[in-house]
């Protein structure tokens, strides 16, 4: 009898040590676009965050229209994430996101950011993009591989999306992917400089879908913040 009383604690202790081993059971610093979140960004780039300025290319998870994408980023997330479980920030200190907690790394992806045009009809003084020689990511290779990788579960049919970058209201191409969002009724916060009006952004907002940002030149460092 003292042995079957036993068993199912020492179960339960062999469980947790496995846990904080694995790193589930951990505190340690990292970031919720590294546990579950990809971003398209500019240069035909998929990173595994909004926040390029710090972790830049270690935080490269693979091109768009690399064949082998689906395993690249299923790897280069899992080997940043054991690095943060590691101690090794990767150039994430001082981002905002990066903070401790106990971090499980999701095997879909549940968020996705789309940073991947800098093209603006404005000069914003303090825009992080101006000046630089970056070079706008296609609109259709992006929702190419948006499909592919919902139809291939690593994107999550309920993901969120955010939508950052250049100014999407000037990009017609960009309409095609917030066509498909709206159609799949995926939640979308879309961010704009709100000097041009789009119906279909209209339309996204009054069925609840889309909710929508607007900012205006930033002709000072305080309106920008």
Excluded at 1 to 28: C, D, E, V
Excluded at 195 to 214: A, P
Aim: with cysteine.
């Amino acid at each position: 009898m003292k042995i079957k009383h036993l068993l199912p604690a020492s179960i339960k202790k062999i469980a947790r040590n496995i846990q904080t081993q694995l790193g589930y059971a951990k505190w340690f610093k990292s970031c919720h676009y590294v546990e579950n979140s990809i971003c398209f960004y500019f240069d035909n780039i998929v990173h595994t965050c909004c926040y390029y300025g710090y972790i830049k290319k270690n935080g490269i998870l693979g091109k768009v229209n690399d064949p082998n994408l689906e395993n690249l980023i299923k790897k280069n997330k899992n080997r940043i994430f054991l690095s943060h479980r590691k101690g090794s920030h990767l150039g994430c200190h001082g981002c905002p996101c990066y903070r401790e907690n106990k971090w499980r790394q999701s095997e879909v992806i549940k968020h996705v950011v789309l940073n991947h045009f800098v093209s603006c009809n404005l000069r914003c003084i303090h825009c992080g993009y101006i000046n630089q020689a970056y070079k706008d990511t296609k609109h259709e290779d992006v929702l190419r591989v948006i499909k592919r990788l919902t139809d291939r579960g690593i994107i999550s049919p309920s993901a969120t999306y955010d939508i950052g970058g250049g100014e999407p209201s000037i990009q017609r191409g960009h309409d095609d992917i917030m066509q498909y969002l709206i159609q799949c009724r995926h939640k979308t916060h879309l961010n704009s400089n709100g000097t041009n009006y789009v119906e279909l952004y209209s339309k996204g907002v009054n069925m609840g879908l889309i909710s929508l940002t607007l900012t205006p030149d930033a002709g000072s460092n305080s309106v920008y913040l």
